[in-house]
């Protein structure tokens, strides 16, 4: 199952500064001398609710962890009926060139830039287990792409199953069921974007070190990503932006576990910020009260940190949505027994799922 994530949603919409489709989110590119864009939402969980974050989390493009962030103590299994839920889709674009498609696994969302086009599509994603990590630090590019890929498990992953009594099969074959879902963009040798059998894992690390997508965000970066695009892993868990009328703005996700310790504790993982983040809050300007408590609640949505500050700045803007707006299962019917069952197609080599 899929969920549908049609928004169709009353001209406060209109005006944002973001285009929502049932393919993905499409943001306009800041100028050269800007990074933010898009603009933060606030929308009520219907009164007769009985569906999960899941499904909210898809139907705005976001991932678990972004909704999380700015819904502290929301209850991920039954959100509140009738409370209001924050869907944040204003951003800072992470610190890397605006080219092909940026992976920042820090924030669990994968960013592309089509060409020509003064557009950037922004997509949540599913990334590697602690141990099992999705690469951090890596430039590489699309080497080609696969529909209805079959999954064929690295030897590392036979002995892991088979340590905890379970057998995979030499060769996963294609389907619905398959755990890269139906379409796959290969990068490197032992890595690839696809998309999966399991949606609640978006914005989660569940995967063996591949990125994770739902089921249309894959189909859309299938149809329009060509073979040979330029793709960056990045791991930026702070952002920060001084826009053209000086305004300095920060943005914190919370850091990426890096040992068993912190990943089964409670504790806060620590941030280190980067050299150009702590020159950009050295300004005289900046209220470092103010930074202090950015970084204390890691909402993952950018804050104004200098000036003086506006009541409205950073105000969710209200959205009232029809009735037949709301999150809804609807069946995958992507999938092509043709296309599973072509064998003329060469098997992809293994990879880290």
Avoid at 108 to 117: A, E, Q, V
Avoid at 194 to 199: L, M, P, S, W
Avoid at 268 to 289: E, G
Wanted: hydrophobic letters at 40%; a negative charge.
């Amino acid at each position: 199952m899929k969920k549908s994530i049609r928004a169709l949603i009353s001209a406060a919409m209109t005006v944002a500064a973001f285009s929502q489709t049932a393919q993905a989110v499409v943001y306009p590119l800041p100028a050269a001398n800007s990074s933010i864009t898009g603009e933060n939402l606030e929308v009520s969980i219907p009164t007769d609710s009985r569906l999960p974050l899941e499904a909210f989390a898809a139907q705005y493009e976001m991932g678990l962890s972004n909704i999380l962030e700015a819904n502290p103590g929301i209850d991920v299994y039954l959100p509140k009926a009738g409370s209001n839920l924050i869907i944040p889709q204003q951003l800072i674009l992470p610190d890397a060139p605006r080219e092909g498609i940026v992976v920042n696994s820090a924030e669990m969302r994968l960013y592309y830039f089509p060409k020509g086009s003064n557009t950037v599509v922004v997509l949540p994603i599913g990334i590697g287990q602690l141990g099992k990590d999705t690469p951090l630090d890596w430039v590489t590019k699309v080497e080609s792409k696969r529909p209805f890929p079959t999954w064929t498990p690295t030897a590392k992953m036979h002995e892991e199953y088979a340590e905890n009594g379970k057998n995979l099969p030499t060769i996963f074959p294609a389907g619905p069921d398959n755990p890269m879902g139906l379409y796959a963009l290969y990068i490197g040798k032992m890595f690839a974007i696809h998309g999966t059998n399991a949606d609640f894992g978006i914005g989660l690390r569940v995967s063996h070190g591949c990125v994770r997508l739902r089921g249309q965000d894959i189909k859309w970066l299938f149809e329009h990503v060509p073979v040979g695009t330029r793709v960056q892993f990045v791991n930026q868990p702070v952002k920060a932006a001084v826009e053209p009328d000086g305004s300095r703005y920060l943005e914190v996700h919370n850091p990426l576990s890096t040992t068993e310790e912190q990943f089964s504790s409670n504790a806060i993982v620590p941030i280190t910020l980067p050299a150009s983040v702590s020159k950009l809050l050295s300004d005289p300007s900046v209220n470092q009260d103010v930074v202090n408590q950015v970084l204390k609640n890691r909402s993952g949505m950018p804050v104004k940190v200098n000036g003086v500050a506006e009541a409205h700045a950073n105000a969710p803007l209200p959205v009232t949505e029809q009735s037949d707006a709301q999150p809804s299962e609807t069946p995958d019917s992507n999938f092509s027994a043709k296309g599973a069952s072509d064998s003329a197609i060469t098997q992809p080599p293994p990879v880290e799922e």
